[in-house]
């Protein structure tokens, strides 16, 4: 066969999406981030009909390249939490604004192969509006998010996502010094609060954009 990694990966993605699909999420596929940008800004927001646009921590979001076309629109009312001007005390309330938005954006840490967003959050705006909030959740993500079952996925969101998350901001844990997760007490633990998503309600509120790269942890 020619392009076996090709071809196991186009069989992967159509079986997980098809999975989604059953727990009724919007499913889309693309080859890679530049597609999967071009789908947001061309398909899935104007299909949304949206006037207010947020977003949660993800790597997998600024990698596609989509906060850089968003965060000067003037066409939406953009509440940006990653601007570095703002105060903690501002970055704070507009994580709660962004709960009331017509699009929020952001990643998963883990994705089931039957269908399941898992997710582990330190302040816990990425997974509240995964669950409620705002009117559309657009979620990225890469190939390398995909596990088997909630077991695995907790498994490597604790061995992996977790830790090089803690390096990746510089945070004061043990897991930084060590590359382990040790249940640690530190007042900078980034693991607060886990969510599994199974199903979307009210179906297709929340839209699953499958990119086939590996991005982010």
């Known amino acids: 066969m020619k392009n076996p990694i090709d071809n196991y990966w186009k069989l992967k993605l159509e079986n997980v999406k098809e999975a989604l699909e059953s727990?009724?999420?919007e499913v889309f596929i693309t080859d890679?981030?530049?597609d999967a940008l071009k789908l947001a800004l061309e398909t899935i927001i104007p299909a949304a009909n949206v006037k207010s646009i947020s977003w949660g921590g993800s790597m997998t979001f600024i990698k596609t390249g989509l906060y850089e076309h968003?965060?000067?629109q003037k066409e939406f009312d953009i509440l940006d939490i990653f601007d570095k001007s703002l105060s903690n005390e501002e970055k704070a309330?507009?994580?709660r604004q962004a709960?009331?938005?017509d699009l929020f954006i952001t990643g998963t840490n883990a994705l089931t192969e039957d269908?399941?967003?898992v997710n582990l959050d330190m302040i816990g705006n990425r997974v509240g509006a995964i669950t409620f909030g705002p009117t559309n959740v657009l979620i990225l993500i890469g190939r390398n998010k995909i596990v088997p079952d909630i077991?695995?996925?907790m498994d490597r969101i604790k061995t992996y996502v977790a830790p090089a998350n803690a390096m990746r901001l510089d945070m004061k844990t043990p897991c930084v010094k060590t590359g382990a997760c040790s249940e640690c007490s530190s007042k900078a633990r980034i693991c607060n609060t886990?969510?599994?998503t199974q199903k979307s309600f009210p179906k297709n509120r929340i839209k699953v954009v499958l990119i086939n790269e590996d991005l982010g942890l």
């Open 23 to 25: 727990n009724n999420f």
């Open 32 to 34: 890679n981030s530049a």
């Open 70 to 72: 968003l965060k000067d």
């Open 93 to 95: 309330q507009k994580r």
């Open 99 to 101: 709960l009331l938005t």
């Open 115 to 117: 269908g399941y967003l």
């Open 151 to 153: 077991e695995s996925a």
């Open 194 to 196: 886990w969510t599994i």
